[in-house]
T-cell receptor, first 119, second 111 residues
Framework: GAVVSQHPSWVICKSGTSVKIECRSL??????MFWYRQFPKQSLMLMAT?????????EQGVEKDKFLINHASLTLSTLTVTSAHPEDSSFYIC???????????????FGEGSWLTVV | SQQGEEDPQALSIQEGENATMNCSYK?????LQWYRQNSGRGLVHLIL?????REKHSGRLRVTLDTSKKSSSLLITASRAADTASYFC???????????FGKGTKLTVNP
């Protein structure tokens, strides 16, 4: 079953508003989570690495003030798209690393993704 | 971080046939993970193979790893239409390395 939950699955917002997407690890603690963006028929583009208790590490070309990431607990990271514009419309996916020992150790699980449409 | 390069980029087969896709990478790894993505959905973790393993099975999936050639293969046996998806590999060196993806293999299984 799903071990990483992402919410909402889809959201429509007006241009200029902000929208928050949540990523939760359900049965493990995730000190590290990753946020991706995916355009139609393209691969996933890593936006940032979210670290619990510290600032996120952004990839080159990703605006920190535009895409705010907060990793306040070991099971929750949020991505806030601020002052959204139509070009921000995309599919956003999060993932979380499971550090537990055993066969599942170091597996990275993904959420179901969130479709954002800015009108 | 490094990304895997999947090959072929597209594969079309008939239901019941086997599908093989390959992944190449450039530097040493701790493990390699395979994922499936259905259109418009998130990625589903399929299998993790560690650097000291050569082959691993999970249901109809068989994954091999050749660290000397820096390559891995994913075999799906007796394919079904529901296997139609994009498949991605992720070579992981370890630690807090970030996960970067290539273009994937788009598999189409025709009924």
């Amino acid at each position: 079953g799903a071990v990483v939950s992402q919410h909402p699955s889809w959201v429509i917002c007006k241009s200029g508003t902000s929208v928050k997407i949540e990523c939760r690890s359900l049965d493990f603690q995730a000190t590290t989570m990753f946020w991706y963006r995916q355009f139609p028929k393209q691969s996933l583009m890593l936006m940032a690495t979210s670290n619990e208790g510290s600032k996120a590490t952004y990839e080159q070309g990703v605006e920190k003030d535009k895409f705010l990431i907060n990793h306040a607990s070991l099971t929750l990271s949020t991505l806030t798209v601020t002052s959204a514009h139509p070009e921000d419309s995309s599919f956003y996916i999060c993932s979380a690393r499971d550090w537990r020992r055993g066969p599942e150790g170091n597996t990275i699980y993904f959420g179901e993704g969130s479709w954002l449409t800015v009108v | 971080s490094q990304q895997g390069e999947e090959d072929p980029q597209a594969l079309s087969i008939q239901e019941g046939e086997n599908a093989t896709m390959n992944c190449s990478y450039k530097t040493s790894i701790n493990n390699l993970q395979w994922y499936r993505q259905n259109s418009g959905r998130g990625l589903v973790h399929l299998i993790l193979i560690r650097s000291n393993e050569r082959e691993k099975h999970s249901g109809r999936l068989r994954v091999t790893l050749d660290t000397s050639k820096k390559s891995s293969s994913l075999l799906i046996t007796a394919s079904r239409a529901a296997d139609t998806a994009s498949y991605f590999c992720a070579p992981i060196k370890g630690g807090s390395e970030k996960l970067v993806f290539g273009k994937g293999t788009k598999l189409t299984v025709n009924p």
